[in-house]
């Protein structure tokens, strides 16, 4: 299989040691996996007849991109090869009028914004890491920005992608609406690699708003945090995102950026709008909502450099922990549940912490009821690895209970593997019977996803 890649890509094909470690995690704490090489496609023929080698030599095929998953997607778990996408970066057509663009899975988010720059147009899905395109499109991400522009499932128009067999399809297509035949673009979004690979991407732009102010505050208590971001819902005012973050997030956060927030539950919120007087609206709005709720006070943010202060504080939070205990692995989960359950979930799960001993920094996308934890974990402490579990474990149940799901954003990969039945229960078949309809021979990122019956 091997000479025949090297056949195919000549010096683009790597039995190193050294590249195979690094293709065999991701960030999260899951055991590595080493593929048995790495190869580096730049089109989607040369990702179709690397497809049909390992295909005829019944080889694993593990799509990679930026390595930033969380759930162990990208670990090689049985063997095989990994296709590293991020050779792949071509921006193959912008369409200004349409509001739509077409590029290469290897494209990373922070890349698509440059190409955007001086366009008057973005791209709004932001999940914190500079991921590729691609990986964003097979996890379904989202991040901040979700709970006014949506997902990647609701951002993606369509796709190219290599099946099992080596075939290239497309689906969508440019069209905002179309009542034919099965979406099956919808299909390979968040379908982490286990039907295909995604090589080209389709995707929505939106226009720069005119108008952008960024907001803290920090409130009392958790419970008035997520109590005014739920009446901020439930009354529909636009926000472009609402975060939620914890006094321990915060300490960490506070140590690693150099930042000075308050130690108190606090939100972050961005406002866009087509005028100045239309985010002033959404802010008095939203500021007598939050001084019913505790709120302690608003620190505005309204300077391009402010706002890139405050996110990049925001989205250090990852980072902050991990410093915040050198030598240890983060273990990092999410869930989502009916924005009317989110304070009851957190306050449960806070308390749940406090019961256990145990300090999981909490930040949350919370317009949508999405909020991760941040354990760090010992991996060479078995007492502390079951504790961790336990805790997880608990999470995931409470969220089903509310009606939640077992993740919001990060995807099942390995991690939440176990926790598909109790949340889908039968249609579980349905899934499998479309994996064996696309994979019969089980190649695509197998052992992820959907359990194996």
């Known amino acids: 299989m091997i000479d025949e890649l090297r056949s195919l890509l000549g010096e683009r094909v790597s039995t190193a040691g ?26 989607t023929e040369e990702v179709s007849a690397i497809v049909r080698i390992c295909a005829r030599h019944g080889k694993p095929i593990v799509p990679f991109g930026m390595g930033s998953s969380l759930e162990g997607h990208v670990n090689a778990i049985r063997g095989g090869v990994s296709i590293d996408m991020t050779r792949m970066t071509r921006v193959l057509r912008l369409s200004p009028d349409d509001l739509d663009i077409t590029v290469e899975a290897g494209l990373t988010r922070l890349k698509l914004d440059a190409h955007l720059k001086n366009t008057g147009l973005m791209f709004p899905i932001d999940p914190g890491a500079d991921a590729t395109l691609g990986g964003m499109t097979a996890t379904r991400a989202s991040g901040t920005t979700a709970v006014r522009y949506g997902t990647m499932r609701e951002n993606v128009l369509g796709l190219t992608v290599v099946l099992a067999d ?13 009542s034919s035949g099965y979406d099956l673009t919808r299909l ?13 991407i389709t995707l929505r732009l939106y226009g720069k708003p005119e108008a952008v102010r960024a907001a803290v505050c920090p409130l009392e208590t958790m419970a008035g945090a997520a109590a005014t971001v739920i009446q901020t819902i439930q009354l529909g005012i636009p926000v472009a995102r609402i975060e939620i973050v914890d006094e321990a997030q915060l300490r960490v956060v506070n140590a690693y950026s150099k930042t000075n927030y308050p130690i108190s539950p606090t939100l972050f919120f961005e406002f866009h709008g087509i005028s100045d007087v239309m985010v002033d609206e959404q802010i008095k709005a939203v500021e007598e909502i939050a001084r019913e709720q505790g709120a302690k006070g608003f620190q505005w943010a309204s300077t391009l450099e402010d706002r890139a202060t405050l996110w990049t504080a925001r989205h250090n939070a990852y980072y902050a922990t991990v410093a915040s205990r050198p030598g240890a692995r983060a273990w990092t989960t999410d869930i989502c549940v009916p924005i009317s359950h989110l304070a009851e979930c957190i306050l449960e799960t806070q308390a749940d912490l406090k019961g256990a001993g145990v300090v999981a920094p909490l930040v949350g996308h919370a317009g949508d009821g999405n909020f991760h934890l941040i354990f760090m974990l010992d991996a060479n402490d078995p007492q ?24 919001g954003e990060h995807g099942v990969g390995i991690g939440k593997l176990k926790y598909l039945s109790k949340e889908h229960g ?28």
């Not at 968040?190 to 039907?195: A, R, V």
């Not at 474990?393 to 409470?398: A, F, H, K, Q, T």
């Open 18 to 43: 050294s590249v195979r470690e690094h293709h065999s995690h991701g960030e999260s704490w899951h055991a590595a996996g080493m593929p048995e090489a790495v190869v580096f496609p730049v089109s």
């Open 166 to 178: 080596g075939q290239v399809i497309t689906t969508g297509g440019r069209a905002r609406k179309s």
């Open 188 to 200: 390979f979004v968040g379908s982490e690699g286990t039907l295909g690979v995604i090589t080209d």
């Open 384 to 407: 502390e690895f079951e504790r961790i579990s336990r805790l997880n474990e608990r999470l995931v149940e409470r969220s089903l209970k509310f009606g939640g799901t077992c993740s």
């Open 426 to 453: 039968a249609s579980l078949d349905v899934m499998r019977s479309i994996k064996r309809a696309l994979d019969p021979n089980n190649l695509m990122n197998p052992g992820k996803l959907i359990p194996e019956a």
